[in-house]
């Protein structure tokens, strides 16, 4: 345990005492929020995919990850920064959410992450599948108004509702900016492979989106994608949502819905990484399907991604 400014921090679990492969799994093994005064950071499981068009099992991709980041220690050198000791982090478990009725489960979600952010806790939600970012944009706006949307995925997810369903995990941010939760000033980031029709990325266009392709990664490279997406979004409130598949799938076999050519872990870190320089307010990383992983390939990149995240919000605390 640490002491700062006078306030008890509840450190991971020693791996000098017990073995990292080992004991709860809680995401790197941090305090469980029930076990702390307060947290400035949680990490928050959202088990709900019954809003996928194809591959099923995202529900399932809360515990992978966390299973996944039990070899995350507690220095990032890159940022300089031990989040961990800077600001309490904890792990707030799962959310409750019914499996059979969407529009329920949406509703279930945004109140529940509404209820967790509202005393100024930082959250880092882990997936389920993509429609669990229109409740956390719910429950951010509440908190930080209109957001500039950093999204990182193979697809646009600003389709319309199919099957009767208005949401989907392909329609979250149609309907996001539809609810006035987003700016004009989003960007999606690894964009590839087929779509539907060309007017769909007319539409996108009028949701408030530009877009960095993967052909646009192997040009610009990391530090031109940053450049990209920080001239972008300016000065507002980001949330950045990453959805795992836009990793090649190489990369991240463990997902619902894979496309070929997408970017490399490396890449991915690189850029979230960066993300120190904008106004970041929420995050989410989702689509982690661990059904169809193998040896934790996906988990392991997820896992590490959410670090990032925490690590930038542990330079965000400190500043
Ligand atoms: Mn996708
Ligand atoms: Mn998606």
Same mark, same amino acid.
């Given at each position: 345990m640490n002491i700062d400014n006078g306030r008890a921090i509840v450190g991971a679990v020693d791996p000098q005492v017990? @073995?990292?492969?080992?004991?709860? #799994?809680t995401f790197a093994r941090l305090p469980r929020l029930e076990d702390v005064a307060q947290a400035d950071v949680v990490v928050v499981g959202? @088990?709900?995919?019954?809003?996928? #068009?194809?591959?099923?099992?995202?529900?399932?991709?809360p515990n992978a990850i966390r299973q996944g980041s039990r070899l995350i220690r507690g220095y990032n050198p890159e940022l300089d920064i031990s989040p961990f000791q800077v600001c309490q982090v904890a792990d707030a478990g799962d959310l409750a959410c019914n499996p059979f009725d969407i529009g329920q489960a949406v509703d279930q979600i945004a109140a529940q992450l509404t209820e967790l952010l509202s005393n100024g806790t930082r959250a880092i939600i882990l997936g389920g599948d993509h429609s669990v970012a229109l409740p956390s944009l719910r429950a951010a706006h509440a908190v930080h108004g209109p957001m500039a949307l950093v999204h990182f995925d193979a697809h646009l997810d600003t389709w319309d509702g199919v099957y009767g369903a208005d949401i989907t995990h392909g329609s979250p941010f149609r309907r996001a900016f539809e609810e006035g939760l987003?700016?004009?000033r989003n960007v999606h980031v690894g964009v590839r492979g087929s779509i539907y029709d060309r007017k769909d990325l007319v539409e996108d266009a009028g949701f408030g989106f530009s877009v960095i392709t993967c052909r646009d990664i192997s040009s610009l490279g990391s530090d031109g994608i940053l450049e990209r997406i920080i001239e972008r979004v300016g000065d507002a409130p980001v949330y950045v949502s990453v959805d795992i598949d836009v990793l090649d799938p190489a990369h991240a076999?463990?997902?619902g819905t894979p496309e070929a050519g997408g970017m490399s872990s490396r890449e991915l870190l690189e850029v979230v990484r960066g993300l120190d320089a904008v106004n970041l307010v929420g995050v989410d990383v989702v689509e982690v399907s661990p059904a169809y992983d193998h040896a934790e390939i996906t988990a392991i990149a997820a896992a590490n991604v959410a670090w990032e995240f925490l690590s930038v919000f542990g330079r965000k605390v400190q500043r």
């Open positions: 017990q @073995p990292r492969y080992a004991g709860w #799994t959202v @088990p709900f995919d019954s809003a996928v #068009t194809y591959r099923p099992g995202a529900r399932f991709g987003l700016l004009d076999p463990g997902t």
